[in-house]
């Protein structure tokens, strides 16, 4: 049995794009495929000119498959369409397996509107590889757990749940050649989409998973795993140095929701980064999430001396009357310690406050905004709650007939530029006035940096120097990738005081700084993009 992967692309553009996460998950379900014994191959769409159905056709053109296999988030909707009825048109009798969340938390409104073959639940190493059996052998599917489908009365079928895989350990290394990993690294550039690739001219990120789950269930996520399950760190520390050694890394990126639930463990694994940087030939970094519970001077000075050069915290908001509609364990004093604490050890941080929870009114908005404005120092981004399938949130605006077509908040609403009101106690009125103030608030205390000098060094990269608006110090930052020099715009920590400012081209702080004057005419440029976007993908 032949089989394909197509990796999606990650952003709404015709030519090639190495911007994106490297999809770990992914890498791990062709490594299973993979050592099952299966013949796979993987297109990653990212790393090629032209528009979907084109790329998905010359490869189906070249080569027959029996199945095809992809995955994404809810946001991808409009991406996995495309993909599907690419395989469809030019391959109709291939069976299309999709994982993810996307299918994971509307399994049969997604399995009936993607119009796919099989949908994969949760986890999905173990589940791939018997469904793959039955559909090579023709076996009986009710048999599989973690799977949805019709049947051939077209019934819909979704069969019992999944239990999670307990012993991570087993899991195969994720299969990164065959998802052209070499070559994404090789292209990577110093502005990249969170900002921590702006400490390196030529960053070249490892992801590291080292854990399953969260303990937490707030009610803005969609918790896809909730069973928190760890790694052993030997196991961890097996995979790392493979790949330093064999891909020349200097930064790893540990994409667990919490890296810092056993704070213990979380010294053991500073305690082993750091014997590793003492025998390795270059100094690598690290970035993780961590909860604002549990920060004290003591554990970020040891981060800090493992060679800790980011940290992601999940602040959400600085009213407790909103944190604890969150389901949010965090109080406004912990934020402020981890917060002040984090700024004085040096080591930027990543985190936002999201407005719109159903408990915000007038007055917790302004609570947080009055706090971020006077201590924030620009650190914190200012965003909407995204009610995304399978939260709770999404449920009581499906419930409260907020979202009243689920298939089309999916489809055309949550992909692109999305507000809602999810408020009890505020109007739509106060809610667009909200948005208002929130860009205000980032023009007026956000921190900018026009450019002293940008020298183009090839296509579409630059040299960037800007002087920090904090110390004062001239930054050179290689290797930034603009599409546009002239509307310059890039989150970046000062490599001497690690606080993040924004670079921006003149023509883009005119904007900013007419933001009012333009807002109308940019809601209906955002119309248009979103538009031209879907059509021309």
């Known amino acids: 049995m032949k089989i394909l992967m197509i990796v999606p692309k ?11 996460f490297f999809p770990s998950g992914l890498a791990y379900i062709s490594a299973v495929i993979k050592k099952a014994g299966y013949e796979l191959d993987c297109l990653n769409l990212n790393h090629f000119e032209g528009k979907i ?6 490869q189906l053109d070249n080569q027959s498959y029996d199945v095809v296999c992809t995955g994404h988030l809810a946001i991808g909707y409009p ?82 749940p999944r239990k999670p895989i307990e012993d991570l350990n087993s899991l195969p290394t994720p299969d990164l050649d065959g998802l052209g990993f070499k070559e994404y690294l090789d292209n990577q550039t110093c502005e990249f989409i969170n900002g921590s690739f702006s400490l390196y001219d030529y960053p070249r990120q490892y992801p590291v998973l080292c854990s399953r789950g969260c303990p937490y269930q707030c009610t803005f996520c969609h918790p896809i795993l909730k069973k928190y399950r760890m790694r ?19 930064f790893i990126f540990l994409v667990d929701d919490l890296f810092s639930v056993n704070k213990e463990r979380l010294f053991d694994f500073c305690k082993r980064m750091k014997a590793l940087n003492r025998k390795i030939s270059h100094k690598v970094g690290w970035f993780c999430n961590l909860t604002v519970r549990n920060i004290d001077d003591e554990l970020l000075s ?25 389901k949010k364990p965090i109080t406004p004093n912990m934020i402020e310690n981890a917060v002040y604490k984090t700024m004085n050890v040096g080591i930027p941080f990543q985190g936002n406050f999201i407005f719109g929870d ?39 605006c499906i419930q409260k007939g907020i979202i009243k077509d689920k298939l089309d908040h999916i489809k055309n609403k ?21 948005k208002n103030e929130i860009f205000e608030m980032k023009r007026k205390y956000c921190f900018y940096a026009i450019p002293s000098k940008i020298k183009k060094i090839s296509k579409e990269r630059y040299n960037v120097i800007a002087k920090c608006p904090f110390c004062k110090e001239i930054m050179d930052y290689k290797n930034c990738f603009f599409e546009n020099k002239l509307r310059i715009s890039m989150w ?30 940019s809601g209906i440029y955002v119309k248009i993009r979103d538009k031209i976007l879907k059509s021309n993908l």
């Open 10 to 20: 990650y952003r709404l553009i015709n030519h090639k794009d190495y911007g994106y």
């Open 53 to 58: 159905k084109d790329i998905i056709k010359s």
């Open 79 to 160: 991406i996995i369409e495309k993909i599907i009825n690419a395989v469809k048109n030019n391959s109709p009798n291939t069976k299309i397996i999709l994982g993810g969340a996307i299918i994971t938390t509307e399994p049969e409104l997604m399995l009936d509107s993607l119009n796919v073959d099989y949908g994969v639940m949760g986890e999905g190493e173990e589940t791939i590889i018997e469904l793959l059996d039955c559909i090579e052998k023709n076996k009986d599917f009710r048999k599989v757990d973690g799977i949805c489908y019709r049947d051939k009365e077209k019934n819909f079928i979704l069969t019992n």
């Open 232 to 250: 052993s760190l030997d196991n961890i520390f097996e995979e790392i140095e493979s790949v330093i050694k064999k891909y020349n890394i200097n």
């Open 302 to 326: 040891v981060l800090k001396d493992a060679g800790c050069k980011f940290i992601g915290y999940g602040f959400e908001s600085f009213s407790q009357k909103v944190l604890d509609s969150m």
């Open 358 to 396: 159903t408990a915000e009114t007038k007055e917790t908005a302004k609570e947080t905004l009055d706090w971020w404005k006077k201590n924030a120092k620009g650190q914190i981004d200012l965003v909407f709650i995204q009610p995304y399938p399978g939260s709770e949130i999404y449920n009581r």
């Open 414 to 434: 949550l992909p692109f530029t999305n507000y809602l009101n999810m408020t009890d106690n505020m109007t739509d009125k106060e809610i667009s006035d909200l």
């Open 492 to 521: 970046v920590p000062c490599r001497k005081c690690n606080m993040k400012f924004f670079i921006v081209s003149r023509l883009k702080k005119l904007q900013i700084d007419n933001y009012r004057r333009l807002q109308i005419v």
